[in-house]
């Protein structure tokens, strides 16, 4: 009997022992780098996830949106990722045409959106309206309208993202189209003697703006936030612009390549709740694409609210992506 119970204990240690070292599953999510940077909702989020799915979340950045959907077209069916956080809406067309995402089949609802959402490969997580920030105790003045900005001759000098790399650039490019049209490229040539740089990405942009290499830099209507809660700071502005403000949405998707499906679709119903959502606002500094039940974060109380919303639909972006961001090229290379 002895021997008996001894061996089942034994048995029963070695059993547990196994299921112990048997590793967990381990889910691919790409970003964007400051999303899982020290100050972005990125830790926070891989904590909250990984303590409903006995699994892993590993991040994996690149600079920016567009940067993403190119390592995705390089990677093509051998992408790592499982899934996608931080495509910009303005891309979806075109990282959907790359062939690889599934249905996300979240519940898409009940959104807090300034549109109507109906996707059934992306899911929005939050979004905002890009705007010029600007330091208040040293730019008394600021540009009341985009053609102003750009029309001044002696205005303030900015610093901008690339386009080509940049969610924040190519919103930039498609603003200055839905204010401009056809007469966009001209703008962007009277612009440029005033821009400082295009830098990659928004952070290399916003760092120099914050080091006094520019008056004015890209950014968003809620960045303004970040400095008031973080570092209690009112002196950063951002210039509400008479022709209305373009509207920016970032996406999530999972690929149908992914070697954990179900933790995928797990990911995808964990982005719309109140988990996800709640880190978005005082980490990432955007409205989250789902209120709470209390309403919209008061965070943002104070922020701007554009008088109207600018934007082209994903498939109008892919059509005309090429021609607009050549236009530019040729226009900021003189």
């Known amino acids: 009997?002895?021997?008996?119970?001894?061996?089942?204990?034994?048995?029963l240690w070695f059993a547990t022992g196994l299921a112990q070292a048997q590793p967990k599953p381990t889910l691919t999510v790409y970003t964007y780098s400051s999303f899982s940077g020290k100050y972005g909702p990125g830790k926070v989020i891989k904590e909250r996830f990984e303590a409903t799915c006995n699994c892993e979340l590993v991040w994996v950045t690149s600079e920016d949106a567009g940067s993403m959907v190119g390592r995705l077209r390089l990677e093509g069916d051998g992408t790592k990722a499982d899934a996608v956080v931080g495509l910009d809406m303005n891309l979806a067309a075109e990282a959907k045409a790359l062939g690889l995402f599934a249905p996300h089949g979240a519940a898409a609802k009940d959104l807090s959106l300034p549109i109507q959402w109906a996707d059934d490969t992306f899911i929005p997580f939050?979004?905002?309206?890009?705007?010029?920030v600007y330091d208040a105790?040293?730019?008394?003045n600021p540009p009341k309208s985009l053609k102003e900005l750009v029309e001044s001759p002696n205005g303030p000098k900015v610093v901008l993202q690339d386009p080509r790399t940049s969610?924040?650039?190519l919103g930039l490019l498609?603003?200055?189209?839905?204010?401009?049209?056809?007469?966009?490229?001209?703008a962007w040539a009277q612009l440029k003697p005033r821009v400082v740089t295009f830098t990659k990405g928004w952070s290399e942009a916003y760092g120099l703006f914050l080091k006094g290499e520019a008056d004015m830099v890209l950014s968003y209507t809620t960045s303004p936030a970040y400095h008031i809660v973080a570092e209690k700071k009112d002196n950063y502005k951002a210039a509400p612009f008479a022709e209305g403000h373009y509207l920016h949405v970032e996406l999530a998707g999972m690929t149908r390549t992914t070697k954990q499906p179900e933790l995928a679709k797990k990911f995808m119903d964990f982005i719309l709740s109140d988990a996800f959502q709640s880190a978005i606002p005082d980490t990432n500094w955007m409205y989250p694409a789902k209120n709470p039940p209390s309403g919209s974060p008061t965070i943002?109380?104070?922020?701007?609210?554009?008088?109207?919303?600018?934007?082209f639909t994903p498939e109008e972006v892919q059509q005309n992506r090429r021609a607009f961001t050549d236009g530019w090229l040729n226009a900021t290379a003189r």
Do not use: C, H
């Not at 009997?1 to 048995?11: A, D, G, K, Q």
């Not at 105790?137 to 008394?140: A, E, G, M, T, Y």
């Not at 498609?174 to 966009?184: F, H, I």
């Open 167 to 169: 969610a924040p650039g």
């Open 137 to 140: 105790n040293k730019l008394s």
């Open 1 to 11: 009997m002895l021997r008996r119970l001894s061996v089942l204990i034994l048995s």
């Open 126 to 132: 939050d979004w905002g309206y890009y705007a010029f």
């Open 174 to 186: 498609l603003w200055m189209r839905q204010v401009y049209g056809d007469k966009a490229d001209e």
């Open 300 to 311: 943002f109380t104070g922020m701007i609210q554009p008088s109207k919303a600018l934007l």
